[in-house]
């Protein structure tokens, strides 16, 4: 024993009370400390809101605008409207053109008269409608599974489903640049969390290694397209390695379904994997889908399961009609209409292609539809950002802290309906105009 556990072995029944006893008081005094007390009615004096004005009143004092919060006129495709000027729009989702589409938005239309704009009650209640099942069973079979469940937010998606199926007993293992969503559900679920290095299979093989036998439950989570990279996971290594380490796999498709694979059908199709090998196959309907909302697809007693206890589904309100009915309208379009996908390849492409020959830092950008462009500092990532809405071109950076200092960029987000000659524009200017900046230090 050591010398600590010796003493206490020889104190008798009414030393070790008062011991205990001496112990609490220790604690009950620190716990006593004077604690400034904060007036939240007064929530402009907080240091945070503070802090995040005065960065605000910097980019003011230098002269230049706040890039975030811009009103955007219309539907958000390739061309955008703020203000009175009309400009070639790299900052959406709407990759497949979906928004906007009047076949999807004439379901929508459709399902507000017959189902009005809200379903007014939690499924498992009485908020239950016929197009939510339609809907599911066309997710489950885009992706070649038995069932889905769909959530009324991508982002709650992950944390209910995450932080409800995971626990204090179970491993969480997850690529260091998963989304915020995933890390959120990861933290809420209490498991023991590791994070692996990005897309880096040895560097999960090895945690796995380590870990995987002390606890009951694993999940590997990945992403099919990693949103600020657009970069794409080397999913057979991960299949591999989930079933020789017995873990549970999971994907967020946020950024690949609809736009990876020929038929858009994500990730699964671009590699030609078993659908089955993964257990949850994560997806948001706001991108390529035309609406809102997130879904988890899988087997059918993971699903059931879902639909009966994960607290966000059963104590929140369905999706709404109009939403679900869009969805349904983009993924049956999706199946009709595969060009639009191939279109979307072909410029993403050229884009890429384009950029990498002017020179510029794209990074680890390859085969999807998000392309970033590198600056490396923040302040001259905002310069280029509203230089190039000057020349009518709206894109937005993404600066310290959402990435590191070094790594400051903009993000391109490509669809299916830029033209080549907007493309082609987009990248001369770019090009011409980081050279001004830099040029000009």
Same mark, same amino acid.
């Given at each position: 024993? $050591?010398?600590?556990?010796?003493?206490?072995?020889?104190?008798?029944?009414?030393? =070790?009370?008062? /011991?205990?006893?001496?112990?609490?008081?220790?604690?009950?005094? @620190?716990?006593?400390?004077?604690? $400034?007390?904060?007036?939240?009615?007064?929530?402009?004096?907080?240091?945070?809101?503070?802090?995040?004005?005065?960065?605000?009143?910097?980019?003011?004092?230098?002269?230049?605008?706040?890039?975030?919060?811009?009103?955007?006129?219309?539907?958000?495709?390739?061309?955008?409207?703020?203000?009175?000027?009309?400009?070639?729009?790299?900052?959406?989702?709407?990759?497949?053109?979906?928004?906007?589409?009047?076949?999807?938005?004439?379901?929508? =239309?459709?399902?507000?008269?017959?189902?009005?704009?809200?379903?007014?009650?939690?499924?498992?209640?009485?908020?239950?409608?016929?197009?939510?099942?339609?809907?599911?069973?066309?997710?489950?079979? /885009?992706?070649?599974?038995?069932?889905?469940?769909?959530?009324?937010?991508?982002?709650?998606?992950?944390?209910?489903?995450?932080?409800?199926?995971?626990?204090?007993?179970?491993?969480?293992?997850?690529?260091?640049?998963?989304?915020?969503?995933?890390?959120?559900?990861?933290?809420?679920?209490?498991?023991?969390?590791?994070?692996?290095?990005?897309?880096?299979?040895?560097?999960?093989?090895?945690?796995?290694?380590?870990?995987?036998?002390?606890?009951?439950?694993?999940?590997?989570?990945?992403?099919?397209?990693?949103?600020?990279?657009?970069?794409?996971?080397?999913?057979?290594?991960?299949?591999?390695?989930?079933?020789?380490?017995?873990?549970?796999?999971?994907?967020?498709?946020?950024?690949?379904?609809?736009?990876?694979?020929?038929?858009?059908?994500? %990730?699964?199709?671009?590699?030609?994997?078993?659908?089955?090998?993964?257990?949850?196959?994560?997806?948001?309907?706001?991108?390529?889908?035309?609406?809102?909302?997130?879904?988890?697809?899988?087997?059918?007693?993971?699903?059931?399961?879902?639909?009966?206890?994960?607290?966000?589904?059963?104590?929140?309100?369905?999706?709404?009609?109009?939403?679900? @009915?869009? @969805?349904?309208?983009?993924?049956?379009?999706?199946?009709?209409?595969?060009?639009?996908?191939?279109?979307?390849?072909?410029?993403?492409?050229?884009?890429?292609?384009?950029? =990498?020959?002017?020179?510029?830092?794209?990074? /680890?950008?390859?085969?999807?539809?998000?392309?970033?462009? %590198?600056?490396?500092?923040? /302040?001259?990532?905002?310069?280029?950002?509203?230089?190039?809405?000057?020349?009518?071109?709206?894109?937005?950076?993404? %600066?310290?802290?959402?990435?590191?200092?070094?790594?400051?960029?903009?993000?391109?987000?490509?669809?299916?309906?830029?033209?080549?000659?907007?493309?082609?524009? $987009?990248?001369?200017?770019?090009?011409?105009?980081?050279?001004?900046?830099?040029?000009?230090?």
């Amino acid at each position: 024993m $050591t010398n600590t556990s010796q003493t206490l072995a020889n104190l008798s029944s009414q030393q =070790k009370l008062q /011991l205990i006893e001496k112990l609490r008081q220790q604690k009950e005094k @620190a716990n006593s400390a004077p604690v $400034t007390l904060v007036d939240f009615s007064n929530f402009d004096q907080q240091p945070a809101y503070q802090q995040m004005k005065q960065q605000l009143m910097q980019l003011e004092a230098i002269g230049l605008q706040n890039p975030y919060f811009k009103i955007h006129q219309g539907v958000a495709r390739n061309i955008t409207q703020i203000g009175e000027q009309e400009l070639i729009n790299y900052s959406t989702y709407n990759y497949l053109g979906m928004s906007g589409d009047p076949k999807v938005s004439q379901a929508a =239309k459709d399902a507000i008269d017959r189902y009005g704009t809200s379903v007014s009650a939690s499924r498992v209640a009485s908020g239950e409608k016929p197009i939510h099942r339609e809907l599911e069973q066309e997710i489950a079979n /885009l992706l070649g599974v038995e069932d889905a469940i769909v959530y009324v937010g991508g982002h709650s998606t992950n944390v209910i489903t995450i932080s409800h199926l995971f626990g204090r007993n179970d491993l969480i293992v997850y690529d260091a640049l998963s989304h915020n969503s995933v890390v959120q559900g990861c933290l809420y679920s209490g498991a023991n969390l590791f994070s692996f290095a990005h897309n880096d299979g040895q560097a999960l093989e090895q945690i796995l290694k380590d870990k995987r036998s002390s606890y009951e439950k694993a999940l590997i989570i990945i992403e099919g397209v990693y949103s600020m990279d657009g970069d794409i996971a080397n999913l057979p290594k991960f299949i591999e390695l989930k079933k020789r380490y017995k873990t549970a796999l999971m994907i967020d498709e946020a950024h690949s379904i609809g736009v990876l694979g020929k038929s858009g059908h994500g %990730i699964g199709e671009y590699f030609g994997v078993n659908p089955t090998d993964v257990d949850l196959w994560m997806g948001t309907l706001s991108k390529s889908f035309a609406s809102c909302g997130g879904y988890i697809a899988g087997n059918h007693a993971l699903i059931e399961y879902l639909k009966y206890t994960a607290p966000g589904f059963v104590y929140s309100v369905g999706i709404s009609p109009p939403n679900a @009915a869009a @969805a349904l309208a983009a993924i049956r379009l999706l199946n009709v209409e595969p060009e639009r996908v191939e279109r979307l390849h072909q410029r993403a492409k050229l884009f890429l292609q384009l950029a =990498k020959e002017r020179g510029l830092n794209t990074g /680890l950008s390859d085969d999807s539809a998000v392309i970033p462009v %590198i600056v490396g500092n923040s /302040l001259q990532c905002i310069q280029l950002s509203q230089a190039l809405f000057s020349r009518g071109i709206n894109v937005q950076p993404v %600066i310290y802290p959402a990435v590191s200092e070094q790594t400051a960029r903009l993000r391109f987000f490509i669809s299916c309906t830029h033209s080549e000659e907007q493309i082609r524009f $987009t990248v001369e200017t770019v090009a011409d105009e980081l050279k001004k900046i830099h040029n000009s230090l």
